[in-house]
Each structure stands twice: as C-alpha cells, then as structure tokens.
C-alpha cells in the first residue's frame, strides 16, 4: 500500500520504521531537511521537502494516489488540516494525531466532517495503559482484547514462587485456573512454549486468559497485591492530566511540575488532584512529599533518562509499584536489568493502533486484526483475528491444524466466555482469537498463520 | 566496514555476469566459430565459480552506509571487467591481458574506445559480448541488481549503492522503493532499446548488425562492428540511431514523468530543453562549417547532427571521420565532450544539470557583484538548490580537472602531441571513445604505451562513477575504524 506520513517527529519515525518493515511505499513530508535526509538513509522511503499542510507538498507526494495519509506533526491543528487537503485530494483514508485534551470533546464531529477515519492520541491511550497497570498493579504489563475480556498480562516469577521448576503442563493442575503461558521471558531469550517447557525463577511470564481469572492467578501465586490509593506523578504532562481525571474518586494523586504556569493549568482543571510547584528530580523533594508513603509513583518526566533515574530511586525507597514512562524503546533492555518493570511507551502504544488499522486495511479477506499488541519489549506480537465466516480450518480440532512454526493460539473468544483451547478445542466462525507469535513475522490476517 | 556485505554484492554481479556471457556462445555457434566457444565457456564458468565462493559469507544483519555504498560499487566494476575480460584473452582474439582489460572497461563504462584496429576480425560471439557490456554498464550493473532483487527488506541502505552509482549531482529515487524504482528504469530502458531494435529493423538492418548497434546506442557506448563505424549504413539507419542516440541522453525521469502522464511537468524540466538547445546550436554551427565537405545541404545536416548527437551523449559512433574536420568544428565537438548528457541518463561527461547549475551560480555571483547585500537563491525545476549540492559540483569540477591534467601528463609520454594526449583523455574521462589523431574515429587506442592505456582504464571508471567510489577505494579515512585510530602525539621538539 502506499501510505503518506506527514510530520517526522517521534511518532513518524517509528511509524516509518514499522510500516517499511511492512513492505508498504513510504512517502515522508516534513520541513526539516536533515531529517528527512535520515529517513531516506535509514529507510526505503521516499522525502518530500515541504509544509505538509500545503497542496503544494501534499500534491508532489502524490497523497491523491495514495491508500492512506497519517498526519503526525507536533500541532493537532495543522494535522486536522492535513487531513482535510488529504480528503480533498482523493486519499480513502486519513489518520490524524490529536493529543490536546481541549480537542477531545469535538472529536466525534471531527471526525465526521473531515472524514478522518482514526485519530491517536497517544498521550491519552499511554494514560489509560498506566491506569490499567495502576489497577492490577501485581501485573507488569497489561493488554487486552475482546473488548477487555481477555488479557495478556506479563508477571515476573520470584525465587520463592511455587511456579519455578515446574512445567507449563502442570499449571492448571496446579492452579486449577483457566490461565494459558503464551510467552517467557528469560534473560535475553524470549520463548512461545510448549506444554513441556519448564519455569525458573526470575522469568518475565506472559499469561492470558479472561481477566477475572488472571487476577485469581495472582492472588494463587500470594504475589503481593496491594490496592493502590495514592498516586504520585511526577512531571505534569498531558498524560498526567488524563491519568489524574480518570482516578478522580479511585485514590489521591500528587503531581509534581517543574513550571509555576503548569501548575496553575493543572491545578484549575483538576480540583480533585493535590498540585506542587517542586522539581521532582530533587531527591530531597520527593521525600518531603511522601516518595516514601505513596503507594505508587509514576515518572512522566519529558526526558525519559530522568525518568528511568526517578524509577530506579524510587523502586530503591521501597515504593510499591513504579511505573515509567520511556519514548525510546532502545533504553527498555537496558532499564528493565535496572529493575524498572512496568515500562510505558506512547508511541509505541500509538503505532501499533496505527499498524493494526493499516494490516486491517491491507486485508481484503475477512479473518482480520481486531487488535494487535506487542509484547515482550516488542519481541513478540499478540493478535486478535477474527475468525471469518468459512474457512477450510473451521470446526477442526486445534490438534489437527497444520499451524506455523513458533505461532501459538493462546485464547478463544466465543460469544462472550473466554476459553483457553486445548488439543480438542476448535474455531467456530464468530469467534475471536488471540494468537502469539514472534515479531520477525507479521501477520495480517487468520489465513496466514497456517502451513499451505 | 562491512565487508560480508560488500562481497555478497559483488558475488551477485559476477554471478549475473556470467548469465550474460553464456548467448555469446549460442551467437558464436550460429555463425559456426567453434573455436571460441569453449573459451566463452570457461570464462562463463571462472566468473561463476568466484561469484558463488563470495556469495558463501551470509552477509547477516549488519547494516551498511555510504562508505561501503561507494567501495562496493568501485569493486564491483573492477571485478566485473576484470572477468569481462576473460573471453577476449582466453579465447587469445586480444593476445594481451591489458587490452582485453582496456577494452572491457571501456565497454562497461560505455566509453567505446577500442584497442582493436581491425574490428571485423573478431568472432562474431566476442562482438556480442563486446557490444553487451554496454547495455548492461550503460543503466548500471547495481541497478540491475537492485531491479532483480531487493537488498533489504524494509532497510534504506540499497539507496547507498543507487546513489553510488547513478550520475547527476543529485540522485533521487522515482518511487518510495529502491527495488522498484530500479525496476522501473529497467522496464523503460528495455522497452526504448526494443523500440529502436524494431526500427533498425524495418529500416532493412542485419539482425546481428541490428543488436549490437542497439547495445551501443542505450548504453550510449558507441563500440561498432565496422570498420567504419556507422558510416557504412543507410540514411535511414543513421538518422534512427541519430535519434535515439538523443534519447537515451535524456533524463530517465523526464520519462517516468511521460509515462505516469505529468506531460506539463516532465516538459517543465529545465535539463532538457538546454540538452535539446546545446545540440541544435553545436548542429547549427557544425553544418553551416562543414557546408564545402558534402554535396548537399540535406547530408551536411544529417551528418552534423549525428556527430554531434554521437558526441554529446557520449556515444561515440561515426559516419564521418571529424578528424579532417575544419578546427571550429572540431572545437565545437571538444566543447561538448566536456559537457556531456544529461543527468539520469546513460551518457556520460560533465552532466548538463551540473554544467546548467554552474552558469545560474556564475550568474549569481555577477548579481552579488553588483548588489552585495542582496540575497538571491538558485534553483532548478522550480526547486531550490542546497549549497551542499553546489559545492559538490565545485569539488566534482576540481578533483576532475586534477585528474585530467594528471592522466594527459601520463598519457603525453607517448609524445602524439597535445591534440591527441588532451583528447584522448578527455575521450575516456567523459567516456565518449573516439578522439582526435591517432585515436580518432578512423583509429583506434592501440598504439599508447601500457602506461597510459592503464591510466585511460582509470579514467574510464572514474568518469562513468562519477570519481567518488574510487577515491574511496584509495582514501585511507574510508577504511579506518571510522575515525577511532590511536595515534600516539609526537613529542614537541624543545
């Protein structure tokens, strides 16, 4: 397919790192030429040297013959404008990134009148994750499909756990849970695992199942699981705006902001919410507002080096649960032998939203993506098909498929109940299942997944 | 450096290569020269056997940038002649190692100089062969590679090896993809030389006569089968080979816009018309000086144009000997040598677009004389020009100036006089063939000392890459580890 990206900043970058390795044509605007010139060392794709909001630049990319036009530039504004001269040129398809939270009321209008077909807003969807995150805080990481009924949870295993040594056959015995492993972590090595496959300690697991299940799971394992009450955050960005509107009513939150007319803002459109004018990269700040008490502490800084510093403080004062925010996903290796777990990235958040869409797209056949996370520090790839209407593969015991090497199907969905398939269990079309499988390959739709 | 890589590249070339070389033996069977064909074949084989051995090193995941760009490209054209060679010296139609060489390299570099004095008598296999190497050196060997297979999956750096060898002082793609964007020259490359096969052919042309000129006139080469060049065929003939000789010194760009349908903005391409106006201005003047050596006004023009058509695009075919010349004339035809073709073409020299740039910079410079505060910009096809590309242009005029000025000095100990030493470096350098005197278009480049014929090697490959991909060969900062040399400080003397 031939998609336009407009605006290389952070989140064009990747989204032209990931959707090049997807094999479509790339045409990347921006305005500023080194850039641009990076782009076109690093990646097959073509520049164009422009205002991208201008027919002018628009036209020379040739957005009219495109299949999908992403407006990612720093201003919500000229993104909506993007997509209006988008439309207007021709291109099917428009996706806008939206992050200001003044914009958020108008969206749906938005949306209709310039015929956007998707807008991200990845400031908002990173603050949904660490909700989440802060709500079953026992769980590293957390994404969910079906709607939310099912999840993949990411769990490390302490020395003392009753798992380690044992095989993943025995979990259910064991546990006497419908939970499913669909991936190890162990050092560097990532592993989808058979039934065979033995646990040790100190393994990242990756769990799925229906999402009251995996919180039976966890309080089976005696993981501590405590209910977080007090948040503090430091960095009042707009990812701390969201957080803290949506834990209106569920627990104190505390933001820390550098800048004295920040504060103001936060404080006048979050009354609920305790502001402090302090630099929260003073250690001695932190302490005096009670680092120490709270039961999480989340680190939204602008520059993810701080943030990883705060986090690894603030895991060294004992906090509970400390959740980091990191752009640049080639520090994650590297915090993560810190000891900084729960590790939260927007933009990758927000290109997976935009890579799920564009497989959708790109497939014309019904058996589609749903949903699509990554896992495992982007090392392997959870996707929700839906199972199409018939297929050569339906009402087949799973056993008897003749599925691709290193693919697991980890969950079925079927008309509201969870199920975790064994050898007997089979697709029915209406379902919804959730397959995992390593990053190298990427898949876009349930056909692919089996041998020809 | 990324030396795996670097071989896998060149391991494909030669492997290509050697495909290429096997219809000379089909040719050379038809015509009954059994006594080259086992030659061909051996050399088919040799170049294979060491294509696959540098193919064994998986190059793996290991990314690569301009540098290794640039070395793959020299090396890939050294070897590839190298090999090309083989054929000429083991079937022992060029007894010596060095003019097989000379004359592969100047068939890959579409130069069309030849060591050979009595063309005719080579096999017929081997003129195949020979006229080959111009089709395929003419769009580039690593754009053949790159339109047959696409180096990396989702990796920008095959751009590297496009840039490295595509002439024009700023090589951009036509579409997002490397791989297609090489398909695509390809595609209109192949369909303008069919085109011109179809044409020589209702024009009457021997089949074999017929594709051998069509490799010289895409691959703006200029080699013949002829003693005579082209001198010996019709009207007709010369007037097509005329024509398309022209058209292949075009922008290939200036196509893709034609075939996409952007007639207003491929007709926009300032290139072009000052290409169009320098060859019928060189024409002009050409015809009205030559006006006494042909009986008609008619056949002055038609053999004016064909020269000057042949020379500019670097071509190098004949119908007339511009050695006898008048000295304007002959000027005239210095004159475009210099300037070459077009960028994105397959003719060789300067460049129009680098020559064109040039004069809007001198104009500039005389506007600043006058207003020194104002500030003006230069640009082309609508677009500015960065100062980074005019100062590659200056530095690509001074490093080429040095190196003519070296090679003629080289080539004077021949003692043919300045006429002949100046030409026949500028002839290679700008890869056209033909020069003035000795090896002029009646003549041939035997007689030069070994010397100069490898120092005329070397100004062929440098003229056809464009000199940055051998100067990387040679440049130690290219091969250290990227600038982390311990040296240790000399002690200052008290």
Not at chain 1, 389 to 408: F, H, M, S, T
Not at chain 1, 441 to 448: K, M
């Amino acid at each position: 397919m031939r998609i336009v990206i407009i605006g290389d900043g952070k989140v064009g970058v990747t989204l032209t790192e990931r959707l090049s390795k997807e094999g479509h044509d790339l045409v990347v605007i921006d305005q500023n030429k080194r850039v641009l010139q990076e782009a076109a060392n690093q990646y097959d794709v073509l520049t164009v040297h422009g205002n991208g909001a201008t027919m002018t630049a628009q036209r020379e990319a040739d957005v009219g013959r495109s299949d999908l036009m992403i407006a990612a530039t720093s201003a919500d504004e000229v993104n909506l404008l993007c997509c209006l001269l988008a439309r207007k040129l021709g291109v099917p398809r428009t996706i806008a990134r939206v992050r200001s939270p003044e914009y958020t009321e108008q969206l749906p209008f938005l949306k209709e009148d310039l015929g956007l077909s998707m807008t991200i807003n990845p400031e908002y969807t990173a603050a949904m994750e660490i909700l989440n995150l802060l709500r079953f805080p026992a769980a590293l990481k957390r994404d969910r499909f079906s709607r939310g009924r099912a999840e993949i949870i990411e769990l490390k295993l302490s020395p003392d756990s009753f798992l380690c040594g044992r095989k993943l056959y025995e979990l259910m015995q064991l546990t006497k849970i419908q939970v499913l492993i669909c991936a190890v972590e162990r050092g560097e090595t990532v592993m989808i695992p058979s039934g065979d496959f033995q646990l040790s300690a100190n393994d990242n697991i990756y769990v799925t199942g229906a999402s009251r299940n995996l919180a039976a799971l966890v309080q089976k394992m005696s993981i501590a699981e405590r209910k977080i009450r007090s948040v503090i955050l430091i960095g009042g960005s707009r990812i701390a705006f969201y957080l803290a509107m949506a834990l209106k009513g569920e627990c104190a939150v505390k933001i820390l902001e550098i800048d004295e007319e920040r504060c103001k803002e936060l404080a006048a459109s979050l009354p609920h919410a305790r502001v402090v004018h302090a630099d929260g990269t003073q250690p001695e700040t932190l302490i005096s507002e009670g680092l120490a008490e709270a039961d999480a502490v989340v680190t939204l800084t602008d520059i993810d080096e701080v943030n990883i510093v705060l986090s690894m403080y603030a895991t060294r004062f004992g906090v509970y649960k400390v959740i980091t925010k990191i752009n640049r996903i080639e520090y994650n290796d590297l915090a993560l032998k810190m000891g900084v777990n729960s590790i939260v990235s927007p933009k990758s958040i927000s290109c997976n939203e935009i890579v799920r869409y564009v497989r959708a797209m790109n497939n014309t056949s019904e058996g589609g993506v749903l949903t699509l996370h990554r896992i495992v520090n982007e090392k392997v790839e959870a996707l929700e098909f839906s199972v199409p209407a018939n297929a050569p593969y339906l009402e087949v015991p799973l056993k008897d498929l003749r599925i691709k090497q290193g693919i697991l199907i980890a969950c079925i969905h079927r008309k509201g109940k969870i199920i975790i398939p064994g050898g007997s269990d089979f697709l029915r079309s209406g379902d919804s299942v959730i397959v995992v499988a390593k990053s190298d390959e990427l898949y876009s739709s349930l056909n692919e997944i089996f041998k020809q | 450096m990324n030396y795996k890589m670097i071989a896998n590249v060149i391991g494909r070339i030669l492997c290509i290569e050697a495909v290429f070389i096997l219809p000379a033996c089909l040719i050379s069977l038809y015509y009954g020269e059994m006594a080259v064909i086992l030659p061909i074949v051996i050399s088919a084989l040799l170049t294979a056997a060491v294509g696959m051995l540098l193919l064994q090193p998986k190059p793996g995941q290991t990314p690569y940038y301009a540098r290794e760009g640039f070395v793959a490209v020299a090396l890939s054209w050294l070897m590839i002649s190298v090999f090309g060679a083989l054929p000429f010296y083991i079937s022992g139609a060029i007894p010596s190692f060095l003019d097989s060489f000379f004359e592969t390299v100047s068939g890959f570099t579409t130069t069309g100089a030849s060591i050979l004095s009595d063309v005719e008598s080579l096999p017929k296999g081997l003129l195949y062969w020979r006229s080959f190497t111009h089709w395929l050196g003419g769009m580039g060997v690593l754009v053949f590679v790159l339109a047959v297979h696409p180096m990396s999956k989702g990796g920008g750096q095959s751009v590297y090896l496009l840039r490295a060898e595509s002439p024009g002082p700023e090589v951009s793609k036509l579409v997002p993809k490397t791989h297609s964007s090489a398909k695509i020259l390809y595609g209109m490359y192949i369909g303008l030389s069919v085109l011109q096969f179809v044409l020589l052919a209702l024009g009457g042309m021997p089949w074999f006569d017929n594709i051998t000129t069509v490799f010289g006139t895409a691959g703006t080469g200029g080699f013949a089968i002829r003693g005579d060049s082209m001198g010996g065929y019709s009207t007709y003939i010369q007037v097509v080979v005329t024509v398309f000789m022209t058209l292949f010194g075009v922008n290939f760009s200036v196509y893709y816009l034609l075939v996409m349908g952007k007639i207003k903005q491929a007709l926009r391409n300032e290139e072009l018309w000052l290409y169009l106006f320098i060859q019928a201005a060189a024409t002009a003047v050409i015809s009205f000086n030559i006006r006494s050596l042909f009986p008609t006004m008619g056949q002055t023009v038609q053999q004016a144009a064909f020269q000057v058509s042949s020379i500019m695009t670097t071509t190098g075919f004949a119908t007339a000997n511009f050695d006898l010349w008048p000295e304007l004339s002959k000027w005239v035809i210095l004159l475009l040598m210099f300037i070459g073709a077009s960028a994105g073409s397959t003719g060789g020299g300067m460049k129009v677009s680098r020559v064109l740039l040039m004069a809007k910079a001198a104009k500039r410079e005389r506007k600043r004389a006058v207003n020194p505060r104002e500030v003006t910009v230069i640009r082309m096809d609508g677009r500015m020009v960065g100062d980074d590309t005019m100062q590659g242009i200056w530095m690509y005029l001074t490093y080429y100036l040095i190196i003519m000025l070296a090679s003629m000095l080289v080539v004077s100990t021949n003692s043919y006089g300045v006429e002949v030493s100046l030409s026949a470096v500028v002839s290679c350098l700008n890869n056209i063939g033909p020069g003035f005197g000795i090896c002029g278009p009646a003549g041939s480049f035997a007689e030069f000392n070994p010397l100069s014929k490898v120092v005329l090697c070397v100004d062929m490959l440098l003229g056809r890459l464009e000199i940055m991909p051998f100067l990387m060969l040679i440049a130690p900062a290219a091969w250290n580890k990227r600038g982390l040399n311990w040296r240790p400080f000399r002690t200052a003397r008290r």
